[in-house]
């Protein structure tokens, strides 16, 4: 079998009183592109920079494709990392930091250098002082991927690209995987990764609350409706297979797990103009099993980042069950 890409068990970062981090089990085989979100504070960075070894852990341990990341020397050779505020050396020009980073790291391809360059569209020739913060990220990415390390470790790395962009950074994190490297991607953007990641963990105040498969987490097979009304919005609690309500302009966004028959009668009775449905996204698809598995039903915010407190892992606590057929289930500790 191989050596997983990252292996954490039982990581934990405490500063002063505040825990960062706490008690992490963590493997990401090689080749996967492994999504590692969590609203604002939740831990991602620190796992990051303890994956890095530019903190120490307060206990637990970390391993880089099988080389403890104490070691500094050894286990940086299978790593490049980019940072979500990346900085330069000002006077440098782009070009002149590629070099300078290959040179680092012992070499880069250069052909592959500059379809990178050209891919991102980046002017290389410009002083680092003078890039904009997306095109500072672009240099940052391209001198990740230039080097085709085992390791992408990626904390919000499109932060200031274009959609454009972020679809070509998509593409070369695809790209990467199937050459068997590993992508580690943070993101508080559930979106951003729906797309690529294999496999997504959701962190909370340090705490790691699931991990699962994307197929597995669609399979929960929910719907959403977007139902325009001409009448008051229903009440919909205890209809069958409502899981969350969100009122939206004229109407109600409705999701809805299993057939969706009960709540469609109820919509239709109250008036129904026009009716959109929709796959759910990675947030809803979450946001809405944790609304279901807790019994609990109620307006949930859709859309963007996950807000803190509100994401999974809101109501954590014993009594949170394991998601259906999740592969790696963790409950809160
Ligand atoms: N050097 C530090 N000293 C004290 N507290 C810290 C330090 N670094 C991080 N923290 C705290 O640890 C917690 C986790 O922070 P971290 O930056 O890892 O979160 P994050 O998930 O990356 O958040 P964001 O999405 O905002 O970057 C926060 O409460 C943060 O304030």
Known sequence: MRVPAIDTEGLTKRFGTVTALEGLDLRVEQGEIFGFLGPNGAGKSTTIRLLLHLVRPTAGTARIMGVPVEDVERAHRHVSYVSGDVSLWPQLTGMETLI?????????????????????????????????????????????????????????????????????????????????????????????????????????????????????????????????????????????????????????????????????????????????????????????????TSGQRGAVAAHGALPDGAGPGARDGPDTPDPPGAPDPRAPR
Do not use: W
């Open 100 to 292: 300078h980073l290959a040179n680092l790291s012992g070499g880069a391809d250069d052909a592959f250098r500059d379809e990178l360059i050209e891919r991102l569209r980046v002017d290389p020739s410009v002083r680092a002082r003078s890039y904009s913060k997306g095109n500072r990220q672009k240099i940052a990415l391209t001198a990740a991927f230039m080097t085709r390390p085992d390791v992408l470790l990626l904390d919000e790395p499109t932060s200031g690209l274009d959609p454009l962009m972020e679809a070509e950074f998509q593409a070369l994190a695809r790209e990467a995987a199937d050459r068997g490297q590993t992508v580690f991607l943070s993101s508080h953007l559930l979106d951003q990764v729906e797309d690529i990641c294999h496999r997504v963990a959701i962190l909370r105040a340090g705490r790691l609350v699931e991990v699962a498969a994307l197929e597995d987490l669609r399979k929960l097979n929910t719907t959403v409706f977007e139902a325009v009304l001409d009448g008051p919005a229903p009440r919909l609690d205890g209809v069958p297979g409502v899981v969350a309500v969100e009122r939206i302009d004229r109407g109600l966004r409705v999701s809805v797990t299993g057939p969706p028959s009960a709540a469609l009668s109820r919509l239709a009775s109250a008036g129904l103009v026009r009716l959109r449905s929709r796959e759910p996204s990675l947030e809803e698809i979450f946001l809405t099993y944790y609304e279901a």
